[in-house]
């Protein structure tokens, strides 16, 4: 993933009498969303002024997701400080920074560019195809957030059929971008970018102006068509988070990005894709 600014917004809060901890029941079922770009998993929790929702996201075959999870329940967690997360009782709790944010009907959110099930992360592949880890995921009992001496607690049970599914959504979204999907479940070596480092300095110094004025930060992730000579010829910029002055120019900078091909079964060079994160963020 490319840092393009590493930085924070937010006040520390005062010490406080240890909170009641938010325990949620679901409410409606997993539904999941095939969409053009993204495929989204979504549950509701809890009913009323209690209601909360969480969201699984991925943009193409990855071990790891996006994810955003939104309701009262964080009203009082703060930015720019560390939120830990946990899938099992028996698992040790992952230090997270993530992005703070509003979701329209649901209010605070906590916002993940990517996160898994553990790390280091146990995903699965098949060829150079990257899988959520659905056995893995079979043993999930609740997703858990704590900031201090505050938490929240969605009791999701068991992950690995609604992860089964997302690996599906997944493998159907990059069908539709032209890519020979059985051809990369046999495949030997991913695309790779040669000159990531250089490309990423660019993209510090390139932060838009006008979004670096108002404080704008966001996730941004970019989906890239690589020919069999290594060329890029497509570029695509999904918005993760809503901005109106954070207009990324990473297409622009890609046009300067050089890739190894991915190689098929039988070690030739073939079409295929790159997939990858950007976020802006600010620093005061």
């Given at each position: 993933m490319l840092a393009a600014a590493i930085l924070?917004?937010?006040?520390a809060s005062p010490a406080s009498a240890k909170a009641e901890p938010v325990m949620l029941e679901p409410s409606s079922k997993?539904?999941?969303?095939f969409g053009e770009e993204k495929c989204r998993l979504v549950r509701v929790f809890g009913e009323g002024e209690n209601r909360h929702v969480l969201f699984f996201e991925q943009w193409g075959p990855k071990a790891s997701f996006g994810f955003t999870a939104s309701g009262r329940g964080f009203d009082r967690f703060r930015a720019n400080k560390p939120v830990s997360v946990?899938?099992?009782?028996?698992?040790e709790p992952m230090e997270t920074q993530p992005f703070m944010g509003t979701i329209a009907s649901f209010g605070e959110a906590i916002?993940?560019?990517?996160l898994a099930l553990e790390e280091p992360n146990q995903g699965q592949k098949l060829g150079i195809l990257h899988q959520l880890n659905t056995a893995r995921a079979s043993f999930a009992e609740f997703v858990e957030f704590k900031q201090r001496n505050r938490s929240v607690t969605f009791k999701?049970?068991?992950?690995?059929?609604?992860?089964?599914?997302?690996?599906?959504?997944t493998q159907s979204l990059i069908s539709d971008w032209g890519v020979d999907v059985e051809k990369h479940k046999s495949a030997t070596k991913a695309v790779k970018w040669t000159n990531e480092?250089?490309?990423?300095q660019r993209l510090v110094e390139t932060y838009p102006r006008a979004a670096l004025r108002k404080g704008e930060q966001g996730i941004m992730r970019m989906r890239l068509k690589i020919d069999e000579t290594g060329k890029m010829t497509d570029c695509v910029i999904n918005q993760t988070t809503i901005n109106k002055s954070l207009k990324s120019p990473a297409c622009r900078e890609m046009a300067k990005a050089e890739f190894e091909p991915a190689?098929?079964?039988?070690?030739?060079?073939?079409?295929?894709?790159?997939l990858t994160a950007i976020t802006y963020k600010v620093n005061d």
């Open positions: 924070g917004i937010g006040a997993w539904n999941v969303d946990r899938f099992f009782r028996d698992q916002i993940y560019s990517k999701t049970g068991e992950l690995g059929e609604a992860f089964k599914v997302l690996n599906q959504c480092q250089a490309i990423g190689l098929d079964a039988n070690g030739l060079p073939m079409a295929s894709y790159y």
